[in-house]
């Protein structure tokens, strides 16, 4: 994979719930695909990620078309983990052969399933797990499974499990992260708070929190949501393949020194795409903003023009424009003055295509204190509220909360 340090950045691509290679979600795929690899090659961003539930029923012909989709962008990085609908009736098998071939291709990163004896019925039980860790840009990924230990399979509900030996994996690379010096985030297929086993939950929700995990990526709810606890972002971004709340896309994701962001982009909303990655919003802040009267604004940009192309300009509530400049293959920055009371920061981008992007955040002040631990770690019980800037309703329509029943 590339190596691009200004800033880590990927895209998020909902559930899928793949049926028939003719379906709505199936051509949204391709499209999203297309537009993101397009971004890849221009080094905007450095993988796509699937977080399971790729295929409704988790069979090999719905695998198939997702073989296709990414077939037809083979330089694009590919990180995809398992979810519940992939062992929909019980098995794993038909998962296991896309796994195979798609994670131990270059695409995929060469990764390979861990074959685990693990305790079901009484009895050990061969299991392969699909989890897997890498860095990138900068960033210690760490890929958790919390389907294949479980049991779960259609009519007998969810039971997301870790597992011994992938617990005792994630202690051990959470702990060589914190040597190394490395920001982590983790991939998931849900909260933490949804594994089946308590202790597991509070093992899980423990580590993150008190190794500093900077963003948990998930998918599962169906809807966008952030859920930011002082230290750590959990996000998860709306389903492909069942959606309820609005235009389908994809959400992007970023760490930029101390500040992680994250905002979903429509497929019907044309580039450029503008997310502010530093200062931090006073919603996902883990730190308060430094003194003096002057501070750093840095924005992700993407875009299909040359970055030559690319005007770009801050605004503080409302004020004068000040040019922001690059910093980077697909970061801008600018130094401006940010006076005493100042709330909003915006930044606009336009690309010489007729289309252009505006993104605003309220930045944290410099008396921010980070709130103490939630009472439910790892949980949404802290999720945002509505924020239209970042394309989140906030009224949670997804089969696991007040959506429909899929």
Request: with cysteine; charged share 20%.
């Amino acid at each position: 994979m590339r190596e691009t340090h200004d800033v880590f950045a990927f895209a998020h691509i909902g559930d899928l719930h793949l049926e028939g290679g003719a379906d709505r979600n199936a051509d949204d795929l391709r499209a999203i695909l297309a537009e993101i690899d397009g971004l890849y090659g221009r080094g905007l961003l450095d993988f796509a990620y699937l977080p399971g539930d790729l295929a409704e029923d988790g069979r090999a012909a719905q695998y198939a078309i997702l073989i296709e989709a990414l077939a037809a962008h083979p330089s694009l990085p590919v990180r995809l983990i398992a979810g519940d609908h992939d062992r929909q009736h019980g098995t794993m098998t038909d998962f296991d052969a896309l796994f195979t071939q798609m994670m131990g291709s270059a695409q995929g990163g060469g990764h390979r399933a861990h074959d685990h004896a693990l305790s079901k019925s009484g009895q050990p039980d061969p299991v392969p797990q699909y989890y897997f860790a890498e860095t990138i840009a900068g960033v210690r990924c760490l890929f958790l499974d919390m389907i294949s230990a479980g049991y779960g399979r259609k009519g007998f509900g969810l039971d997301f499990r870790l597992g011994p030996d992938q617990r005792e994996w994630l202690r051990t690379e959470l702990a060589a992260a914190d040597r190394d010096g490395l920001p982590c985030a983790v991939f998931a297929h849900t909260y933490p708070d949804d594994l089946q086993v308590p202790e597991e939950t509070t093992e899980l929700a423990g580590l993150i929190r008190s190794h500093g995990v900077r963003l948990v990526e998930m998918g599962h709810t169906h809807y966008n949501e952030l859920a930011h606890d002082g230290r750590t972002l959990y996000a998860a971004a709306r389903s492909v393949g069942q959606n309820e709340e609005g235009a389908v896309g994809y959400a992007v994701a970023a760490i930029d020194g101390a500040v992680t962001s994250w905002r979903f982009k429509p497929l019907d909303q044309g580039l450029p795409f503008v997310m502010i990655t530093s200062p931090a919003d006073r919603r996902l802040a883990t730190e308060p903003l430094g003194p003096g009267g002057t501070i750093t604004v840095r924005a992700l940009v993407l875009s299909n023009a040359p970055q030559a192309a690319w005007s770009c300009q801050a605004h503080v509530d409302g004020g004068p424009a000040h040019p922001m400049r690059p910093a980077g293959p697909r970061i801008v920055e600018a130094q401006i003055p940010w006076p005493d009371g100042a709330q909003r920061l915006t930044v606009t981008v336009a690309d010489g295509t007729g289309g252009s992007d505006t993104e605003t955040i309220e930045p944290v002040s410099c008396g921010f204190t980070p709130p103490p631990a939630p009472e439910r770690p790892g949980s949404d019980a802290f999720r945002t509220e509505a924020w239209p800037g970042k394309g989140i309703r906030g009224d949670q329509l997804g089969p696991n909360r007040n959506g429909r029943d899929w």
